[in-house]
T-cell receptor, first 114, second 114 residues
Framework: GNSVTQMEGPVTLSEEAFLTINCTYT??????LFWYVQYPGEGLQLLLK?????DKGSNKGFEATYRKETTSFHLEKGSVQVSDSAVYFC?????????????FGSGTRLQVQP | EADIYQTPRYLVIGTGKKITLECSQT?????MYWYQQDPGMELHLIHY???????EKGDLSSESTVSRIRTEHFPLTLESARPSHTSQYLC?????????????FGPGTRLTVT
């Protein structure tokens, strides 16, 4: 089956620190990969995505590269801000299934201190 | 900006009551989904729909039911609420065609059954 494994949180960083949140996956087909972010009291928002190997998704200073050889999609940001405090979810979607439903990791809570 | 709405945002209800969680989207998307998010943050697919009059059970067994009479509307119903139904429920939608695969999420309904 399909599964996503994320590093456990919470991850606590000081403002302007470098962020890495690890994500690895297993998939029965060729997946598209996503990072979603959930701010307190809100739904999920798409942060970035990559649809094929070696693609790099980027948005708001966050980046992740689709690594097929290591089945990974690690999220990075060079300098975090307090406003980045949220829960981050890695997810995959296998394109050859009609339902196109996401498989999520368990989420990683990021806390950025001023 | 995603145009997907959920009501109510918060609901506290007694055991045995019947409830309906509303979800509507104005993007004309064929595919719609319900996810259940447990207190540990994990998200699990409980229902999905390919289009009008099409509904399927998801990966996590749920006592809830859904209907899809109109493209834009995908309500979830619990006939008799129990404390084990306490959770956050997230609705999402996506396009049927194309390569985007992006799912748009509503803000969620936080349900507490006492």
């Amino acid at each position: 089956g399909n599964s996503v494994t994320q590093m456990e949180g919470p991850v606590t960083l000081s403002e302007e620190a470098f962020l890495t949140i690890n994500c690895t996956y297993t998939a029965t087909g060729y997946p598209s990969l996503f990072w979603y972010v959930q701010y307190p009291g809100e739904g999920l928002q798409l942060l970035l995505k990559a649809t094929k190997a070696d693609d790099k998704g980027s948005n708001k200073g966050f980046e992740a590269t689709y690594r097929k050889e290591t089945t990974s999609f690690h999220l990075e940001k060079g300098s975090v801000q307090v406003s980045d405090s949220a829960v981050y979810f890695c997810a995959l979607l296998v394109r050859d299934t009609g339902r196109r439903a996401l498989t999520f990791g368990s989420g990683t809570r990021l806390q950025v201190q001023p | 900006e995603a145009d997907i709405y959920q009501t109510p945002r918060y609901l506290v209800i007694g055991t045995g009551k019947k409830i309906t969680l509303e979800c509507s989207q104005t993007m004309g998307h064929d595919k719609m989904y319900w996810y259940q998010q447990d207190p540990g943050m994990e998200l699990h697919l409980i229902h999905y729909s390919y289009g009008v009059n099409s509904t399927e059970k998801g990966d996590l067994s749920s006592e809830s039911t859904v209907s899809r009479i109109r493209t834009e509307h995908f309500p979830l119903t619990l006939e008799s609420a129990r404390p084990s139904h306490t959770s956050q429920y997230l609705c999402a939608s996506s396009e049927s065609a194309g390569s985007s695969y992006e799912q748009y999420f509503g803000p969620g309904t936080r349900l507490t059954v006492t």
